[in-house]
């Protein structure tokens, strides 16, 4: 995974403390433009993981 784009898109509701719209915790959404290339690419990854994990509940962006 190269980009360290943003992941959010738009949708903003929470399971869990988890966002199903981009995949990511409340605290990794308020720390993202803090975070290091490394760390981004680190939550890019685990938030892919939680959103397969959450299933048809998701919210992917379509492409």
């Known amino acids: ?3 360290t784009k943003d992941p ?3 949708v903003c509701k929470f399971t869990d ?3 199903i719209g981009c995949g990511r915790s409340k ?3 308020k720390s993202w433009k803090k975070l290091d290339k490394v760390d981004k ?3 890019l990854a685990e938030a892919a993981l939680r959103l397969i994990a959450l299933g048809p509940t998701a919210r992917r962006k379509s492409k």
């Open 41 to 43: 690419r680190t939550v």
């Open 27 to 29: 605290r990794e959404i």
């Open 8 to 10: 959010c898109i738009s």
């Open 1 to 3: 995974m190269s980009s």
């Open 17 to 19: 403390d988890i966002c």
